[in-house]
C-alpha cells in the first residue's frame, strides 16, 4: 500500500517555542491531506484538511492562528504548532487519500508533542 | 455530536476466542466503513473495510457484518492472538471526511 511519512516522531519543546511537523506521501500525490490529533485513550478528531496550493479547512474550534498548515507541494502538507503550550501536548497523525479510492486514507506514524 | 458509537470501550478475551466489537451510525451519507488498528505510539492502519451494499466482507481472521437497516456494523476477530492486542477503531466515511469511533482497548491474555 502507499506510504505516508511522518516527522518528527517524537518533539519535546518549551513553551511559547514553535513545532513543525511534517507529512508526506512517499509514492504517490496528495493533493489534500488531513490533520488530526488524539489525546490517551482517546480517538482521532479531525483538526483540518489541508489543500494543495490553497488554504487549508479548519474544523470548528480550532485555532487557524495557532495551527499554520502548509501545502506547498503534491507530497508534502506541515502543521505548525505556534507558540506552544502544555495543553497543545497531545499526539498528531495525518493522513492522505488513496489516489483512486479517495475514502481510503493512509496514515502517517504520528508525531507525540510534549510542550514544558 | 458523535456521529459514529462503538462499544465496548475495553475488551479482554482469551487467545483463541472471538473478539466482536459493534458501532452504530447516524448519518445515512456514510458510504464506506473502514475499521483501523492502533498501536500504541502508532499511526492507525487499515484493517478491513466494507461498502453498505455488502453485508459481510472476511479478510483471513477478520470479518465485518453490517447491517445497513440498523445502520449497525461489527468487527469480528476469530481466533484472537496476544498480537492482536491494539486499539480498534470503526470509522465512517462520506468521500474522503472520515469520522471515527470512540475506540476498543482489545486485551487478548495468552
Known amino acids: 500500500g502507499a506510504v505516508v511519512s511522518q516527522h518528527p516522531s517524537r518533539v519535546i519543546c518549551k513553551s511559547g517555542t514553535s513545532v513543525k511537523i511534517e507529512c508526506r506521501s512517499l509514492d504517490f500525490q496528495a493533493t489534500t491531506m488531513f490533520w488530526y490529533r488524539q489525546f490517551p485513550k482517546q480517538s482521532l478528531m479531525l483538526m483540518a484538511t489541508s489543500n494543495e496550493g490553497s488554504k487549508a479547512t479548519y474544523e470548528q474550534g480550532v485555532e487557524k492562528d495557532k495551527f499554520l498548515i502548509n501545502h506547498a507541494s503534491l507530497t508534502l502538507s506541515t502543521l505548525t504548532v505556534t507558540s506552544a503550550h502544555p495543553e497543545d501536548s497531545s499526539f498528531y497523525i495525518c493522513?492522505?487519500?488513496?489516489?483512486?479510492?479517495?475514502?481510503?486514507?493512509?496514515f502517517g506514524s504520528g508525531t507525540q508533542l510534549s510542550v514544558l | 455530536q458523535q456521529q459514529v458509537k462503538q462499544s465496548p470501550q475495553s475488551l479482554i478475551v482469551q487467545k483463541g476466542g472471538i473478539s466482536i466489537i459493534n458501532c452504530a451510525y447516524e448519518n445515512t451519507a456514510f458510504d464506506y466503513f473502514p475499521w483501523y488498528q492502533q498501536f500504541p505510539g502508532k499511526g492507525p492502519a487499515l484493517l478491513i473495510a466494507?461498502?453498505?451494499?455488502?453485508s459481510e466482507k472476511k479478510e483471513g481472521r477478520f470479518t465485518i457484518s453490517f447491517n445497513k437497516s440498523a445502520k449497525q456494523f461489527s468487527l469480528h476477530i476469530m481466533d484472537s492472538q496476544p498480537g492482536d492486542s491494539a486499539t480498534y477503531f470503526c470509522a465512517a466515511t462520506s468521500g474522503s471526511r472520515l469520522t471515527f469511533g470512540e475506540g476498543t482497548q482489545l486485551t487478548v491474555n495468552p
Open positions: 493522513s492522505a487519500p488513496d489516489q483512486k479510492w479517495n475514502e481510503k486514507l493512509f
Open positions: 466494507i461498502r453498505p451494499d455488502v
